[in-house]
């Protein structure tokens, strides 16, 4: 059995250059405590990563939403801010702890969720995203209302911390992005014997009427998508007002959504793996900057590198250097290194 795990682990994982480097930087993550004890400016940069896994759990779930489905949503950020105000108000009146109020957080992002949903049953295109647009604003709105229970433009503060250690929220969230990131990933892969809702997903982005003409409920599949969504966004909401112990109108803000969209276009969306590499390149980049002398230049900069990511690998720059190092055989579709002149299974010529 140890033979057969080890021979699948070489031919599935060391055999293809993206998951070999994909393995490499989740080692380097899970290793980062401990290469940095000596840094001064270690919590700083566990706070950076901190936050990077979970807008790496929020961008990815946007892809799958958006990317998988072909439901293009504005108003993203409704299912992280949701989750974040109902644990803060969970664990400010009730006095429940994270381990409570997060898992709670998250199914009202399902609930958020299957809510947005209910326009994409009979709207597409730029008027499914103009009312998707509107949910956050309508709830900023509420928010702003009542004041004495929301908290209005300061939001709820001293919540509970996940822990009182910088590392183990660290590994917490690393822990939550490596499993929501690879539930979202087995959902969407179109090759997979097990689950099949990805090539449903992708029946349904490609053709909404002929998948519905093939006989599949496209309605089901389109709530199944802002439901898994929406948790994953919320699982990731939630988290974060725990580590910063505060949940204001930020967590709904049109930037926090269309920043999404930013980091996925970036590393290449419809691929999970894009999101990913947009947010951990892009994210710590924007906390560098901000750190730097060259504060006032940062927005500038990042407008450059995202304009020049577009004119020249327009499909993402996780994809283009997977399309560099990988190459797909036209027979039996399997993944090889660039340098290979055969398919490493079939022997079909790659050239």
């Given at each position: 059995?140890?033979?057969?795990?080890?021979?699948?682990?070489?031919?599935?994982?060391?055999?293809?250059?993206?998951?070999?480097?994909?393995?490499?930087?989740?080692?380097?993550?899970?290793?980062?405590?401990?290469?940095?004890?000596?840094?001064?400016?270690?919590?700083?940069?566990?706070?950076?990563?901190?936050?990077?896994?979970?807008?790496?759990?929020?961008?990815?779930?946007?892809?799958?939403?958006?990317?998988?489905?072909?439901?293009?949503?504005?108003?993203?950020?409704?299912?992280?801010?949701?989750?974040?105000?109902?644990?803060?108000?969970?664990?400010?009146?009730?006095?429940?702890?994270?381990?409570?109020?997060?898992?709670?957080?998250?199914?009202?992002?399902?609930?958020?969720?299957?809510?947005?949903?209910?326009?994409?049953?009979?709207?597409?295109?730029?008027?499914?995203?103009?009312?998707?647009?509107?949910?956050?604003?309508?709830?900023?709105?509420?928010?702003?209302a009542f004041t004495d229970f929301t908290g209005?433009?300061?939001?709820?503060?001293?919540?509970?911390?996940?822990?009182?250690?910088?590392?183990?929220?660290?590994?917490?969230?690393?822990?939550?992005?490596?499993?929501?990131?690879?539930?979202?990933?087995?959902?969407?892969?179109?090759?997979?014997?097990?689950?099949?809702?990805?090539?449903?997903?992708?029946?349904?982005?490609?053709?909404?009427?002929?998948?519905?003409?093939?006989?599949?409920?496209?309605?089901?599949?389109?709530?199944?998508?802002?439901?898994?969504?929406?948790?994953?966004?919320?699982?990731?909401?939630?988290?974060?007002?725990?580590?910063?112990?505060?949940?204001?109108?930020?967590?709904?803000?049109?930037?926090?959504?269309?920043?999404?969209?930013?980091?996925?276009?970036?590393?290449?969306?419809?691929?999970?793996?894009?999101?990913?590499?947009?947010?951990?390149?892009?994210?710590?980049?924007m906390e560098l900057l901000k750190t730097g002398?060259?504060?006032?230049?940062?927005?500038?900069?990042?407008?450059?590198?995202?304009?020049?990511?577009?004119?020249?690998?327009?499909?993402?720059?996780?994809?283009?250097?997977?399309?560099?190092?990988?190459?797909?055989?036209?027979?039996?579709?399997?993944?090889?290194?660039?340098?290979?002149?055969?398919?490493?299974?079939?022997?079909?010529?790659?050239?």
């Amino acid at each position: 059995m140890f033979r057969r795990l080890l021979k699948d682990f070489q031919g599935d994982v060391v055999a293809i250059p993206g998951r070999l480097i994909a393995l490499i930087f989740l080692l380097f993550l899970f290793l980062f405590p401990l290469l940095t004890q000596s840094i001064a400016i270690q919590p700083f940069l566990l706070r950076v990563l901190t936050l990077a896994n979970l807008f790496v759990i929020f961008a990815v779930s946007w892809d799958f939403i958006s990317g998988y489905t072909g439901q293009i949503n504005f108003g993203h950020a409704l299912f992280f801010g949701v989750a974040a105000y109902t644990t803060a108000l969970l664990n400010r009146d009730l006095g429940w702890q994270p381990w409570a109020t997060v898992p709670l957080g998250a199914l009202a992002g399902v609930v958020a969720g299957v809510l947005m949903c209910l326009p994409a049953l009979r709207l597409r295109g730029p008027y499914l995203s103009l009312v998707t647009l509107a949910f956050p604003l309508i709830l900023l709105g509420i928010i702003f209302a009542f004041t004495d229970f929301t908290g209005g433009e300061l939001g709820i503060s001293g919540l509970d911390r996940i822990s009182e250690s910088k590392t183990v929220t660290f590994y917490v969230s690393l822990l939550a992005m490596i499993v929501s990131v690879f539930i979202m990933w087995k959902l969407t892969d179109a090759r997979s014997r097990l689950v099949r809702t990805g090539i449903i997903f992708h029946a349904i982005r490609e053709d909404e009427i002929a998948a519905r003409a093939s006989g599949i409920n496209t309605i089901r599949y389109k709530l199944l998508a802002f439901a898994v969504g929406g948790f994953f966004a919320g699982i990731a909401g939630a988290l974060y007002a725990h580590i910063l112990r505060i949940a204001g109108p930020f967590t709904l803000g049109l930037t926090l959504s269309f920043q999404a969209i930013i980091w996925t276009v970036f590393g290449g969306i419809v691929s999970i793996y894009g999101p990913v590499v947009g947010v951990y390149f892009l994210y710590p980049l924007m906390e560098l900057l901000k750190t730097g002398g060259i504060y006032e230049w940062r927005f500038l900069i990042f407008a450059a590198i995202v304009i020049l990511m577009l004119l020249f690998m327009p499909e993402g720059i996780a994809v283009w250097i997977r399309s560099k190092i990988e190459r797909q055989c036209p027979r039996c579709k399997l993944s090889n290194v660039w340098w290979r002149r055969n398919c490493r299974a079939c022997n079909t010529s790659l050239y």
